[in-house]
């Protein structure tokens, strides 16, 4: 086999394999009218030469498509990073022995590190640093002890602030609904042994109670589908990082190394992390590793412990669904005898007011409006006619009216008289004496008229405006007047006023505009 040749060997080639090609050349420059024979040849060298350049090209891999991860789990397969587990140091609800769950209020500094959760979050970073663990992320969760903790942390680590990645929704810890600030240890032994009982192995089958201040009661699988997001998402944005993750809680991290380990879901709490703890490299072998084969008696003793608050804390619930149930019993039943006292008042107020409606139609004071009025216009007329009548006619109109006014002041006086008739005797009279003896007014002209005291000087105001003999408008009036006597209308009797009356009120609205009225004439009074 030839070796290969090195730069100056090819160097010296390509000058012997031009060398010809010159001396070509200036052979055809002197023999100018002699074809040349070697144009084919060097036309395919020079072809040879250029397909040796092409070939010397380096060949560029093709790049492969980046492809999003949902994990499945098992993840008997492995994982694209390497992950760390840790647990927030103790908040200071923990230190107060409170269960708080809502994500709402976790955010306050009431939930911060406690004196205790601080020395943990610095044991902890010792524990990595010991490790020669380097995060390149560390994400936490928007809770106040979890954000603490990622500040000791990466303090402690030197983390750059471009590394520290906060989680808003998927790191949330488990809502337990009713049971929410009830006192911690007791409760979460109830919320294991719940899940031990009823969970199932897919943490399906039990939530907390409901309430209603917006904290969620969830199962366990209502965890599992943000934890699921959150392993999805590092697996798809990250490859080949070192990632630090800090949860608020210890069910969060047992719950996510069940996933990947593909253990039973109603044994998660076999596993669960105390405040502070860091539990470095999980995967499915190491996982699968330090589950426990048999539940250490610690926890037999806790769940023991919680079957017995578990039954506690339902019994106070359904006592408390019965407490309420009676008093909103009790609360209706009092509205109802508020709402059925109220009728009977206002029955009683309308009888009161339908009764003082009937004392005041039988009252006969207010009947005498109308005759009253009939009495005034013939007085008014009498006045303003006196010089136009005779003297015999101005003394009996005269008599007519002060007789009515004396017979109207004895009305008044008593007030309380019976109708008899269909009118009041007094009007009855009256009225007789005015038909029997009839106001006469006398036709007027200019001849036989005589001027009015104390207008000689003026035109006679029974004349028109032309001054000759026709009717004026003052003429035509008196002479309507005279013809058309005033009548004074009949009453109804006492029987046809109450029934009319009762014909208004039990009409529709009737009875309520009535009783309006009357209301309002007696606060007048």
Request: proline share 6%.
């Amino acid at each position: 086999m030839t070796p290969p040749l090195s730069n100056n060997n090819n160097r010296m080639a390509s000058s012997a394999a031009t060398r010809p090609l010159q001396q070509q050349q200036a052979t055809n420059d002197n023999n100018n009218d002699a074809p040349s024979t070697t144009d084919s040849s060097v036309r395919r060298h020079l072809f040879e030469m250029m397909l040796a350049g092409v070939a010397t090209v380096a060949v560029v891999p093709p790049v492969a498509p980046a492809h999003a991860k949902l994990i499945q789990f098992p993840c008997a397969e492995g994982l694209g990073n390497t992950y760390h587990f840790m647990r927030a140091g103790e908040s200071l609800l923990e230190a107060d022995n409170l269960l708080g769950t809502n994500p709402l209020f976790l955010t306050n500094r009431e939930n911060g590190l406690s004196p205790l959760g601080i020395e943990q979050a610095h044991a902890a970073a010792k524990q990595m640093e010991d490790a020669n663990i380097n995060p390149s992320v560390v994400k936490f969760s928007l809770a106040a002890n979890s954000m603490d903790t990622s500040d000791i942390v990466g303090a402690d680590l030197h983390v750059g602030r471009n590394r520290m990645v906060p989680e808003y929704t998927y790191m949330d810890q488990r809502g337990v609904g009713k049971w929410d600030m009830m006192e911690l240890q007791q409760t979460q032994e109830a919320v294991w042994a719940m899940d031990v009982q009823e969970a199932g192995a897919q943490g399906r089958d039990v939530h907390p109670p409901s309430h209603d201040d917006g904290t969620a009661n969830e199962s366990l699988y209502n965890q599992v589908t943000r934890l699921v997001q959150l392993l999805s998402l590092l697996e798809t944005f990250q490859s080949g990082d070192e990632i630090l993750l800090i949860f608020p809680d210890g069910t969060g991290p047992a719950l996510l190394s069940a996933l990947i380990a593909g253990m039973p879901l109603d044994r998660v709490h076999e596993i669960h992390y105390q405040p502070g703890e860091l539990r470095s490299n999980i995967s499915y072998d190491s996982v699968r590793a330090a589950w426990p084969a048999v539940p250490s008696a610690e926890y037999k003793a806790a769940i023991s412990r919680g079957k017995e608050h578990l039954a506690n804390l339902r019994q106070n619930e359904q006592d408390v669904q019965l407490a309420t149930a009676s008093a909103e019993s009790a609360r209706v039943a009092l509205k109802e005898s508020k709402a059925t006292e109220r009728l009977a008042a206002q029955r009683a107020s309308i009888e009161s007011k339908r009764a003082e409606a009937a004392a005041a139609i039988s009252n006969p004071v207010g009947d005498m409006i109308m005759p009253l009025a009939a009495l005034g216009v013939v007085a008014g007329f009498v006045a303003f006619k006196d010089d136009g009548a005779t003297n015999g006619e101005e003394v009996l109109a005269a008599d007519v009216v002060a007789k009515g006014e004396d017979e109207l002041g004895e009305a008044e006086s008593t007030e309380t008289k019976e109708v008899s008739g269909h009118s009041f005797p007094e009007l009855r009279k009256l009225e007789e004496l005015s038909k029997a003896n009839p106001i006469q007014i006398p036709a007027l002209n200019q001849q036989t008229a005589t001027p009015h005291s104390g207008m000689n000087d003026s035109p006679m105001p029974w004349l028109n405006e032309n001054g000759d003999d026709t009717p004026s408008p003052m003429a035509e009036l008196e002479a309507k007047v005279a013809a058309a006597p005033i009548v004074i209308p009949e009453m109804p009797t006492k029987e046809e006023r109450m029934q009319a009356m009762d014909e208004y009120i039990e009409s529709v609205g009737g009875g309520d505009a009535w009783l309006g009225a009357l209301s309002d004439m007696i606060d007048e009074e």
